[in-house]
């Protein structure tokens, strides 16, 4: 399976903050050890152009982060100290979804090892996402006419409130989200569909719902293209997650969610969301789940079998 990375998805954050921004790095180093990655299936993005990021976001947004002119207030909601790391690993991040959606139209699936930025509105960012890469993404491939619809699977434990802010007007993006009733955040926005968790809920609860409901927001979206949120806050022990999820719990989640979309053709895009474990190394051997249920779908890709397929015309 090809995957964007880029190194400086990590970049240095205060000693004590709380997001494992170590993550990103950790997850690379956990999948070359478990041969889920190998070095000819690594796509290293450039940041994104400010013209795609404006397909989402905001002139006077955009012309904030340009001029650095974050204030504290602004920078505390974020959850970021600002900074023009902070800013560049965004938009790196951003294009990494770009290239993982691209290459997902060839080959069928493909993965970005960062992404995921869902709290993130048109005009501002929240609780980590500055910018939104999955609507940025998303955008772009619709007016390249390479898509007309998609379907975001948001399995992370705090619901997408800015996908779904994003999208409520829009038809051909089809919103499901599987969350947490009363974590963050507090005031939920409408996806096309939403699945709230009550706090605690374990394995059998939550499969049931995702067997449930993932057949409908298929069958509804009539996607041409899939984004899937695999956020590991769901897991047992997770600081901010509030549900009980044990490991083999989350590799059935993430197969089945991938085996739904491969068996009705649809390209899927594996992006990372929130994980909160004790410490950075644990929460990327959580997010590293996903690319096994992955390897278990699709099978080891190689660059002779994957497809030679080139994507469509703009015309």
């Known amino acids: 399976m090809r995957i964007s990375y880029h190194p400086d998805y990590t970049i240095p954050l205060p000693e004590g903050h709380p997001f494992p921004m170590e ?90 090892l960062a992404g995921g930025t869902h709290h993130a509105f048109p005009d501002r960012g929240e609780g980590y996402c500055l910018l939104h890469d999955v609507a940025i993404a998303i955008r772009v491939l619709q007016r390249r006419r390479w898509i007309r619809t998609a379907l975001t699977v948001d399995l992370d434990v705090h619901q997408g409130n800015g996908t779904a802010a994003i999208f409520a007007e829009d038809p051909s993006v089809y919103t499901f989200s599987m969350h947490g009733a009363k974590n963050y955040p507090f005031r939920k926005e409408r996806s096309s569909l939403d699945v709230e ?38 897991a047992a022990g997770d600081r901010l997650g509030r549900l009980n999820l044990s490991e083999a719990a989350l590799f059935e989640r993430d197969r089945m969610v991938l085996s739904a ?23 990327a051997e959580l997010h ?5 249920a992955a390897r278990a779908v699709f099978g080891p890709d190689t660059i002779e079998r994957r497809v030679d397929a080139s994507l469509p015309s703009q015309a």
């Not at 409901?213 to 298929?218: D, E, N, Q, T």
Request: net charge negative.
């Open 261 to 283: 979309l491969d068996s009705a053709g649809v390209p899927v895009v594996l992006v990372l969301a929130g994980g909160y474990a004790a410490s950075a190394e644990r929460t």
């Open 23 to 112: 993550k990103y790095r950790a997850l690379y180093r956990v999948l070359k050890a478990q041969g889920l990655l190998a070095d000819a299936d690594i796509v290293e993005p450039e940041e994104a152009d400010w013209a795609d990021l404006a397909l989402v976001h905001t002139p006077e947004y955009l012309t904030m982060l340009r001029e650095g002119g974050m204030d504290r207030a602004t920078s505390r909601k974020l959850g970021f100290p600002w900074s023009d790391a902070v800013l560049r690993r965004a938009r790196l991040a951003v294009q990494g979804t770009i290239n993982a959606a691209m290459m997902a139209l060839q080959d069928g699936h493909a993965a970005n």
């Open 288 to 292: 590293a789940i996903a690319h096994q």
């Open 197 to 234: 968790l009550t706090d605690g809920c374990g394995d059998a609860e939550y499969l049931g719902l995702l067997v449930e409901h993932l057949p409908r927001a298929i069958a509804e979206s009539g996607a041409d293209l899939a984004f899937y949120l695999a956020g590991v806050d769901p």
